[in-house]
């Protein structure tokens, strides 16, 4: 195929990147079309400067976005050729995808992850204490490693309970900065908003006797009784290292499998405190004896049912050219 992307496919393919999932569903992207090629950048000006100083949360949530796209473009019969920064003297244009020169029909794998763009969502509630068999979690562990990643299951009591503290001791030092609670504060949404985190969707207060500690989103009071399952499957998802492109391999993976996870009827939420914090997440990387660098941890399990999160109008984070009208003389996107 020797023609580029055109402002309609860009425009398919950015409504479902947008439900990639991202830091207090901040939406730190851009999404353009340049000689043919759609090109997806991080949008600066949507990092959270207390909690992702480095910007690793915001490639992440890219990286992510990145995956759908994809996605999306081979499920319309259009798969893209793709370029991770491709400009050296532009380093925020994370990615460029172009049509590939052999159009194919998209692959079953790719129908099914597809349909799950939708339905994931963050699940913060208690799951149900039923264990993920053995083949989901196999296919899991495959989402990653396709994605040049790998998926690290933390098995058995005395490993879970070995993260968990690794996870409250970096929520602590977290908690402690005014301007890490400040901004999530800020992101809390209690009336509807096309981003931040809505309150219903922020799980249920947190309770001394939890095990994994999760960030406080303003969520509703625990039912009584109600616990978190006493067996979490904790995953850690890692890439060989922490270059910026390692980042968005990261983010990819990670939609990957998030997507698998909604394939296989499983629930996920994410845990990146001990991701924030240098020395909890070196203190990770030991405990798990591996190479590389940890770049999210998830809680997976059977949850019950939710709703996706909203997100911003296609129309603000796209950048098209423009023309101007003869008739008005108003620019219009052309
Ligand atoms: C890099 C990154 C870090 C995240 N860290 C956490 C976290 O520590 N706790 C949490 O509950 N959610 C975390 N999330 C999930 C986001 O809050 C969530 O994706 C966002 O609010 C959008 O909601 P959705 O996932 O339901 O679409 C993280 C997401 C990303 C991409």
Redesign the pocket.
Known sequence: MDTGYTVAQLRAAAADAV???????TQPWRLRLRDGGIELSVDRTRRLPAT?PSG???R??CG?ALFNLRLSLAVAGTPAKLRLRPYPAEPDVMARLVPDDAPRPPTPAERSLYAAIPR?????APFWPDPVPAEARWRLGEAARAEQCWLELVIGTTAVNAFAEIARSAHRVLERDPGYRHERAEWIRREPSPD??PAA???PQSEPQDLLP??G?GGRNRAPGRDFEPEPLVAVLGSAGNTTTDQILA?QA?QRV?LTATDAGLSV?????P??VPGAREALRLSLGRFGTPQ??MRIGYGQP?V??P?RDIDDVLDLPVSVAPATGLPTPS
């Open positions: 439900r990639a999932p991202s830091l207090h569903n992702d690793w949360g915001a992440i949530a992510a994931r969502f963050s699940n913060r931040g985190v969707a922020g799980g999760m960030r989103f983010g990670l998030l939420s994410m845990l990146s405190q991701i924030e999210m941890v939710g996706a999160t997100r």
